[in-house]
């Protein structure tokens, strides 16, 4: 694949990336190297290997899912910076008349 300036300001819209020509001059190299080492992966002989999901065995270490007591509600209130009637108060973030 042809790595041109045109390609990497294509690429660069893209991601919506806003790129100057200094920039889009740097990476020209970098993206010539990366397409040209992911192309010599292509030419390893790998007839006979047996195919691996992942490198390492590995199991679920997730905790199992119990239900828990959780904090009562003035435990909870007294970690709050601001509360109010029993409730968080926290800034309004939407105005209103939206």
């Known amino acids: 694949m ?14 919506r990336l806003d790129l100057d020509e200094a920039e889009v001059e740097r990476i020209l190299p970098e993206l ?8 010599s992966l ?3 002989e790998l007839e006979g290997l047996e195919e691996l999901v992942r490198p390492i065995d590995s199991e679920n270490v997730l905790r199992s899912d119990e239900p ?3 904090l009562e509600q003035t435990e909870a209130l007294a970690l709050a910076p601001e509360r109010e009637n029993g409730f968080f108060k926290l800034p309004r973030v939407v105005e209103e008349g939206r």
Request: proline share 4%; glycine share 8%; net charge negative.
């Open 68 to 70: 828990a007591t959780g």
């Open 42 to 44: 292509g030419e390893l």
């Open 32 to 39: 010539r190297s990366l397409l040209a080492y992911f192309e």
């Open 2 to 15: 042809d790595v041109t300036p045109d390609l990497v300001r294509h690429l660069a819209d893209l991601s």
